[in-house]
Nanobody, 126 residues
Framework: QVQLVESGGGLVQTGGSLRLSCAAS????????MAWFRQAPGKEHEFVAG????????DYSDSGKGRFTISRDNANNTIHLQMNSLQPGDTGVYYC???????????????????WGQGTQVTVSS
């Protein structure tokens, strides 16, 4: 089992920045591909960013490329999502997710992940 706790969300104006964190316990997430998803009201989970288990490969949604950066802090068993130039369309609850099996490559599909945090709300005002 792994427990994930997100933090760092909040209310920010268009063009602002936020840094989300996902702290894990119960396993060393450095051995696992990890991802961030966003859920807007009435919508499904949407892939935002992923990082493979070694940290050498990352990917982003089309809307996040050039603005978001996913990273690992293995010493603190945490991943981060730095979000810059935020837009109202970035509003939603942000979740980090971890698969059951170690290694491998991140997936953009939410059903490939078994463990989720409780989410952190990001609201971008226009």
């Amino acid at each position: 089992q792994v427990q994930l706790v997100e933090s760092g969300g909040g209310l920010v104006q268009t063009g602002g920045s936020l840094r989300l964190s996902c702290a894990a316990s119960g396993r060393a997430i450095r051995n696992y591909a990890m991802a961030w998803f966003r859920q807007a009201p009435g919508k499904e989970h949407e892939f935002v960013a992923g990082i493979n288990w070694g940290g050498g490969s990352t990917d982003y949604s089309d809307s996040g490329k050039g603005r978001f950066t996913i990273s690992r802090d293995n010493a603190n068993n945490t991943i981060h999502l730095q979000m810059n130039s935020l837009q109202p369309g970035d509003t939603g609850v942000y979740y980090c997710a971890c698969p059951r099996r170690p290694g491998g490559h991140y997936s953009t599909r939410p059903n490939e992940y078994d463990y989720w945090g409780q989410g952190t709300q990001v609201t971008v005002s226009s």
